[in-house]
């Protein structure tokens, strides 16, 4: 079993919808959560950390559910430009190495 | 400011071969990262330093890979002898000391094919 789990998509979704990535961690003792974008053939590049409280970065959203070690991405009004592929990232206590999930792709239509 | 930079952007060499690799993290950084992608897998953690220091290489793959980070600033990766297994893009990634999720800024890339 991998330590991130994603769903591999594609999600084709047409600009305007809203598109939610799902994404389930292992380690019990991850402490840090993060969503990175990647372009093809690029660097990730941090999108947002995951509070556990939840946040939101204007059209998007994330949640944590440490009891059900799950993570989720919530984007809104989708634009051409969100497509890329979506990294689900996570740090365990005590260690800066960061576990990534294999990323799932988000192809917005006109 | 700038992010961080890496060199080569691309590397090709031939299985026996030596290849260095070079990442400059953003300036005041005092950690950095070496992470590898090989084809079809995730991202993987190599290793991280603090300044000079070697903090954790539990992701080094086998003793053909060195890193250093000699003054704290600048690190290289250096693979001895390659192997056609070692391809891949290497990134390397920065972050500052405090805060909470110690976030951290990957740079472009080197990406490295063994023949």
């Known amino acids: 079993r991998k330590e991130v789990e994603q769903d591999p998509g594609p999600f084709n979704v047409p600009e305007g919808a809203t598109v939610a990535f799902n994404c389930t961690y292992s380690?019990?003792?991850?402490?840090?959560f993060f969503w990175y974008r990647q372009d093809c053939r690029k660097e990730p590049k941090l999108l947002m950390s995951?509070?556990?409280s939840g946040n939101e970065d204007g059209r998007f959203t994330a949640q944590l559910n440490r009891a059900s070690q799950y993570i989720s991405l919530l984007i809104r009004d989708s634009k051409l430009s969100d497509s890329a592929t979506y990294l689900c990232?996570?740090?365990?206590?005590?260690?800066?190495?960061?576990?990534f999930g294999s990323g799932t792709r988000l192809q917005v239509q006109p | 400011e700038a992010g961080v930079t890496q060199f080569p952007s691309h590397s090709v060499i031939e299985k026996g071969q030596t290849v260095t690799l070079r990442c400059d993290p953003i300036?005041?950084?005092?950690?950095l990262y070496w992470y590898r992608r090989v084809m079809g897998k995730e991202i993987k953690f190599l290793l991280h330093?603090?300044?000079?220091?070697?903090?954790?290489e539990s992701g080094m793959p086998n003793n053909r890979f060195l890193a250093e980070r000699t003054g704290g600033t600048y690190s290289t990766l250096k693979v001895q002898p390659a192997e056609l297994e070692d391809s891949g893009v290497y990134f390397c990634?920065?972050?500052?000391?405090?805060?909470?999720?110690?976030?951290?800024?990957f740079g472009p890339g080197t990406r490295l094919t063994v023949t």
């Open positions: 300036s005041g950084h005092d950690n």
């Open positions: 330093f603090v300044k000079e220091s070697k903090q954790d």
């Open positions: 380690n019990s003792a991850s402490q840090s």
């Open positions: 990634a920065s972050s500052q000391e405090g805060g909470y999720h110690y976030e951290q800024y």
């Open positions: 990232v996570v740090g365990d206590t005590g260690r800066r190495a960061l576990t």
């Open positions: 995951v509070y556990s």
